[in-house]
């Protein structure tokens, strides 16, 4: 069916219009099936499994070919393989797994005080204990004559004679003590440590080094108080220490370097 050709323009519209509406009544008589959602959807879900496990495979693929490039050149295993939590050190000397423990109490020193005794001085030797290094303890520069307030009543004071100190209960508490460095009883050129002691006031010189680090009193229960430090200006190579302790109980008294080794150690006092 098509206009006759001297129809003219009207009726090519007209002819227009009328396929149009015919295929229109065509469509409409056409009744679409459902969307397939479903396998749309399942093979969608199966192609992503399949590139995960491709990608997978080739993870593993390229790490093994890593790892065995690098065996193959150094003939070492992996720089992991084999290791363990390293041992600890225990107080006894022996090692063992490294496990959470308990440490002794330590108590920070207060300013001390008397009861004269000494002992001899010991070797030079690497301090051992489950913990680490301490911090060293810092050195109070003072001057000849300056009176330290050292604990409640005590009070403690250097001349380039040696340590004086004064306090405590009952008429003695007036009275000056002195323990002098220039009497020939101790020997400056070697590490040592001397010990006076009334109550839980403690105090001592110090001497045979210039590189003092910390004096330490170790009682029984192995509870450690760390002594204060005090020098006359220009590193004379002796100073003093004090301290006051939890209760009197006799304390070891060790002297240790700037770099946590023992220098000298006198017995319970």
Avoid: C
Wanted: no cysteine; net charge positive; proline share 10%.
């Amino acid at each position: 069916m098509t206009p006759a050709p001297d129809a003219g323009p009207d009726a090519a519209e007209a002819w227009d219009d009328l396929l149009r509406a015919e295929f229109a009544r065509a469509a409409h008589d056409v009744t679409p099936g459902p969307a397939p959602v479903a396998a749309v959807v399942r093979a969608g879900r199966a192609r992503r499994r399949r590139r995960t496990v491709a990608l997978s495979v080739l993870a593993v693929l390229g790490v093994s070919a890593a790892v065995a490039a690098g065996t193959a050149l150094t003939g070492d295993p992996h720089p992991a393989a084999g290791l363990a939590a390293p041992p600890v050190l225990t107080a006894t000397g022996a090692s063992s797994p490294a496990t959470p423990t308990s440490s002794a109490s330590h108590v920070t020193a207060t300013p001390s005080t008397p009861s004269t005794s000494s002992g001899p001085s010991g070797s030079q030797a690497p301090r051992t204990s489950a913990t680490a290094p301490r911090i060293p303890t810092p050195v109070r520069t003072v001057a000849a004559g300056e009176r330290v307030a050292a604990a409640p009543g005590w009070t403690v004071w250097l001349t380039a004679r040696g340590k004086y100190w004064k306090g405590g209960e009952g008429p003695e508490g007036d009275m000056e003590q002195f323990r002098p460095v220039t009497d020939g009883n101790i020997d400056l050129r070697s590490p040592g440590v001397s010990f006076q002691g009334e109550g839980t006031f403690r105090s001592g010189l110090y001497y045979g080094t210039r590189d003092a680090g910390g004096v330490d009193l170790v009682d029984a229960k192995g509870r450690t108080t760390t002594a204060a430090l005090l020098e006359l200006a220009g590193r004379p190579g002796w100073g003093v220490w004090y301290a006051v302790t939890p209760d009197q109980s006799p304390t070891a008294v060790r002297l240790y370097d700037r770099a946590d080794r023992l220098l000298s150690e006198l017995p319970r006092l």
